[in-house]
T-cell receptor, first 114, second 114 residues
């Protein structure tokens, strides 16, 4: 398996633009997580899905953020409109068995909003 | 509340042992984890320990768990320059067959001097 695949690796956009981050989890994993990493706040869980259903989105910063998982092999995180304070590295992770054996992380998308 | 604390920096000489410490607050945490993050990469699961264990050893890695003090440590024997990275402690609080969220510490940056 190629692991958790995220795209793009880097994204630079102007304030106010829409940004869409993509994730392909490991086949057979039934949990998918979106995290955000910044120097100030460390790793923050934004939202997670179980069997494509959003379970907890309490970490989503505000209504500008939305996430979908239309099928077991694809998820998106969208920011509209983007702001400079959204600049961070966004990670997707997937797991099985309730995460007992840990999560597998993608390589992340580095987002810069100018 | 849920919180995982780690010291931010550790510097060692090549060949020495490194010990990275972590404290957590949720006594019901069943699994505890150590992740490694190299520059520009995602988080890689190094090892995990179940809460009914005191110690787990895996090659150069030794994990010690003091459940009474809610203290977790990671010892790296014969530390190499390739071990330079950020190490994250993480717990899943209230794991009871249902999915919990991985709560991460802010990470300890390990620098290995030749």
């Amino acid at each position: 398996d190629a692991g958790v695949i995220q795209s793009p690796r880097h994204e630079v956009t102007e304030m106010g633009q829409e940004v869409t981050l993509r994730c392909k989890p490991i086949s057979g994993h039934d949990y998918l997580f979106w995290y955000r990493q910044t120097m100030m706040r460390g790793l923050e869980l934004l939202i997670y899905f179980n069997n494509n259903v959003p379970i907890d989105d309490s970490g989503m910063p505000e209504d500008r953020f939305s996430a979908k998982m239309p099928n077991a092999s694809f998820s998106t995180l969208k920011i509209q409109p983007s702001e400079p304070r959204d600049s961070a590295v966004y990670f997707c992770a997937s797991s099985i068995v309730g995460g007992r054996y840990g999560y597998t992380f993608g390589s992340g998308t580095r987002l810069t909003v100018v | 509340g849920e919180d995982v604390e780690q010291s931010l920096f550790l510097s060692v000489r090549e060949g020495d042992s490194s010990v990275i410490n972590c404290t957590y607050t949720d006594s019901s945490s069943t699994y505890l984890y150590w992740y490694k993050q190299e520059p520009g990469a995602g988080l890689q699961l190094l090892t995990y320990i179940f809460s009914n264990m005191d110690m787990k050893q895996d090659q150069r890695l030794t994990v010690l768990l003091n459940k009474k003090d809610k203290h977790l440590s990671l010892r790296i024997a014969d530390t190499q320059t390739g071990d330079s990275a950020i190490y994250f402690c993480a717990e899943i609080p209230n794991y009871g067959g249902s999915q919990g969220n991985l709560i991460f510490g802010k990470g300890t940056k390990l620098s290995v001097k030749p």
